[in-house]
DNA sequence: CGCGCCCTTGACCAGACTCAATATTAGTGG
DNA sequence: CCACTAATATTGAGTCTGGTCAAGGGCGCG
């Protein structure tokens, strides 16, 4: 066992492990994906991996597709606690049961991780990693359910689609003054409502605001286009409006 | 290292990890605590122990009192993410600066842990299973703050303060009929509406509307008997009013 | 006793929700 | 390929919950 062996030099640790640690951790994943032929299942768009309160026999890993997590009360009312991208886990529970709903938004490729299969050390490391980042996406997205207005809501679930844009050392539009993005909306509005805590009908409505004063436009329905992606970063309130990066 | 060596033939998992493998975990915790004498540090009540943006240099352990985390936005709204209990480690990562304000809410006692001191296999899983617990409390937060109403948002914060009440599971009331439950908010009114997602004034009004309507009552300001908790858990918006549990 | 802080209450307002009608899109079968 | 249908999205009108602003009350502490 190299873990316990590595030396960590560095004085202020990246997060919980440091480089050289995440590059082990990721090794040792990828070492166990290898040996243990595990399960890798495809599903469709809209299916139920899991539901609320059913055993939870094992952990999931996306590596295709985009998947929610939701919770529903007993009147009905849903919230979508979490939108899962490619490399994200899922399926870990401190209880013995999942806490919330698992449901595929577009055709999914997914692993199926036994939980015996996961006493390895280096991938305690792994799944920590993961955690961690989890962890601060929902400090975020509790801001902007408790706090934000429903365009900042809005605006900031665009700015999600624009990588290295609106984040902490945001570089800021390119040098030829090209300021625009391009993606397609893998929810419906309903969903993007469940997830924003707001309703159908509010969604739509601010869309159409935001595409009639001009800061994005519709190829169709669910292909967005933000015509100036600092002015909506401006308009999800995480940026103070006199720190313009531009 | 016993680590790998442990058997596992628990045809379902207490979710990531056996029960003995918990016990296991705990003792590498408790170990590495004895060994290193790490520095105990007092807070006073309404102390920060480190900003938003500040180089994560450590992580803590709440011995003692009550913590919060919480987020401000530019404009200066505040959203109170998380708030601990002794037990509950904080300040753990996945980037190299905390990514939110942690302060007391009492006074306490916080174990200082440098990440160098983390490197032990052991001291991985009792993270991960603080991790665990702590997203499942943020999923049901995220409930709260998209989908609750104030009255629906208050029941559920003060049901926080009864324990083996209004979970999975619950109990319903003692065999006497006697159904009541008192306890000190260590918590402002400001700081409460600020982790509810709702104003100081709202938050005010629905505690004075639930003592009116006598399934509150209040000691001091910060003192508070819950008369009937089952009328209170139904108050939550979790729990189905036909299924009552008395 | 008086000051300051926190909490409560009231009146009014606004943003988001509800309900309802209509428009658009996607999917299906002739 | 087009017509038809079902599902999804948009828009409007009216309502209501919770926010805002402002004033007053209570309590602890010097």
Redesign the pocket.
């Known amino acids: 066992m190299a873990y316990l062996d590595m030396q960590h030099n560095e004085p202020c640790g990246a997060g919980l492990l440091s480089h050289n640690a995440l590059a082990d951790q990721k090794r040792g994943w990828d070492d166990l994906i290898a040996q243990s032929r595990m399960k890798v299942h495809a599903y469709a768009a809209h299916e139920v991996i899991f539901y609320e309160g059913d055993p939870a026999h094992r952990i999931y890993e996306l590596l295709e597709g985009s998947i929610m997590l939701y919770k529903l009360l007993p009147d009905g009312r849903r919230q979508v606690v979490e939108v899962l991208q490619p490399g994200n886990l899922f399926g870990l529970q401190a209880d013995e049961v999942y806490d919330c709903v698992a449901e595929t938004l577009t055709a999914c490729q997914v692993r199926m991780i036994e939980h015996r299969e996961l006493r390895e050390v280096a991938v305690q490391s792994h799944i920590n990693q993961c955690m961690l980042t989890q962890i601060q996406a929902m400090h975020e997205h509790a801001v902007l359910l408790g706090r934000k207005?429903?365009?900042e809501r809005v605006s900031s679930f665009f700015m999600r689609f624009v990588p290295n844009r609106g984040v902490y050392g945001c570089l800021g539009p390119r040098e030829d003054g090209e300021d625009s993005s391009t993606f397609t909306l893998a929810m419906?509005?309903?969903e993007i409502a469940d997830y924003l805590?707001?309703?159908?009908?509010?969604?739509?409505?601010v869309?159409?605001n935001m595409r009639r004063q001009g800061v994005i436009q519709?190829e169709?329905?669910?292909r967005v286009r933000l015509v100036n992606i600092c002015k909506i970063c401006q308009m999800t309130g995480t940026r103070d409006k006199d720190t313009e990066d531009f």
């Open positions: 207005s429903a365009v419906t509005r309903q805590g707001l309703t159908i009908e509010t969604v739509s409505r869309i159409s519709l169709k329905q669910d």
